[in-house]
């Protein structure tokens, strides 16, 4: 018989848009390269909910399976080959969920190693989970393949979303003057953030980069949305400028940007734990982003519900239905 103390309870969806099942399983064991990590909170993205309805091919996770992409949480066991962290560790990190990886609604965690960083210091756990996914994605677009620096002009396309918001902080933390299209009732939020929103409803492309560029356009676009949105952006860079997406899936006229001989970078923040190539870049970009939290210039919003092993469902309808105030996530240890 089992011991008890290997145990571990998981939330796991066996169908396409089923039911979340609690059980008990076996406490994953270390291999090399990994830690074992006690999670105290699991942040939910609305890919986790794509996965669960079956609708995210590209994810290739499985059903039955454990899901969730985020954790923060506290280190149990390490292998003998990690030297970078030590049991007693708190730690985040975006490191399964897909690709057949168990994700992160579960009480542990056995993770590879490179895919963690300490955990900022002035965050909850809760907190903390709301960040590896969305912060990657914004930071592999801004940092990674548009550079963007000091002096330069950057449009988030839906900048008070998940991804949004951060890339949002991280381009205003690295210099750049932001501006962020979203709905009206979210130019408040925004504002707060110390960028000007623009109500893409009631004003049109060529009105806003008019009235914000002279005309030129700006010199940087992050685009969160894809179809639509990306096309927009095409009419919104400058001439030289650079478009970066996380929805770029769909096939898209590229005159608008051509004629500007602008240039465009996808990104797939999956792709390293797909196929293990990049991970420890992964790990190096939350590290980094912990040093712009602890000094203030990156905060998560969270929505303020709490929701735990028991109420997972209603996680997920919150993603579904859209009526999230922020991120979502889900408490495994009750603070």
Do not use: C
């Not at 907190?127 to 330069?152: C, F, H, N």
């Not at 939350?286 to 998560?300: H, I, N, S, Y």
Request: glycine share 12%; aromatic share 6%.
């Amino acid at each position: 018989m089992t011991n008890p103390a290997q145990r571990m309870k998981a939330a796991f969806v066996e169908t396409n848009d089923g039911p979340f099942r609690l059980a008990e399983v076996a406490r994953p064991t270390v291999n090399a390269g990994e830690i074992l990590v006690r999670i105290h909170a699991s942040g939910v993205n609305p890919l986790d909910a794509k996965i669960r309805a079956g609708a995210a091919a590209h994810a290739r996770h499985p059903l039955p399976a454990v899901l969730g992409l985020d954790l923060a949480g506290v280190v149990e066991a390490v292998a003998a080959d990690v030297t970078a962290f030590r049991p007693g560790d708190e730690v985040y990190g975006m490191i399964g969920g897909v690709g057949g990886i168990q994700g992160t609604l579960a009480e542990y965690a056995s993770v590879d190693a490179s895919l963690l960083a300490i955990k900022p210091a002035n965050l909850t756990m809760r907190e903390a989970a709301a960040l590896p996914l969305v912060t990657i994605t914004a930071w592999e677009g801004l940092v990674d393949r548009a550079k963007v620096r000091s002096g330069q002009t950057l449009l988030v396309q839906g900048g008070a979303g998940g991804v949004g918001h951060v890339a949002v902080q991280i381009g205003l933390a690295l210099g750049a003057t932001v501006f962020a299209t979203d709905r009206a009732a979210k130019a408040d939020f925004i504002r707060s953030m110390g960028a000007t929103p623009i109500d893409y409803a009631s004003e049109s492309i060529e009105d806003y980069v008019g009235r914000h560029t002279g005309g030129a356009g700006f010199d940087l676009v992050y685009d969160t949305g894809g179809g639509a949105i990306l096309d927009a952006s095409f009419q919104a860079v400058k001439r030289f400028g650079h478009v970066v997406s996380s929805l770029g899936w769909g096939t898209h006229a590229l005159a608008p940007l051509s004629f500007k001989a602008g240039t465009y970078s996808g990104v797939f923040t999956l792709a390293p734990l797909l196929d293990g190539v990049g991970r420890a870049h992964h790990g190096e970009i939350l590290k980094a982003a912990a040093a712009l939290v602890e000094a203030g210039k990156l905060v998560p919003r969270l929505d303020p519900r709490v929701f735990s092993f028991d109420t997972v469902t209603e996680a997920h309808a919150a993603i579904s239905d859209r009526t999230a105030a922020g991120k979502i996530v889900v408490s495994i240890v009750e603070a």
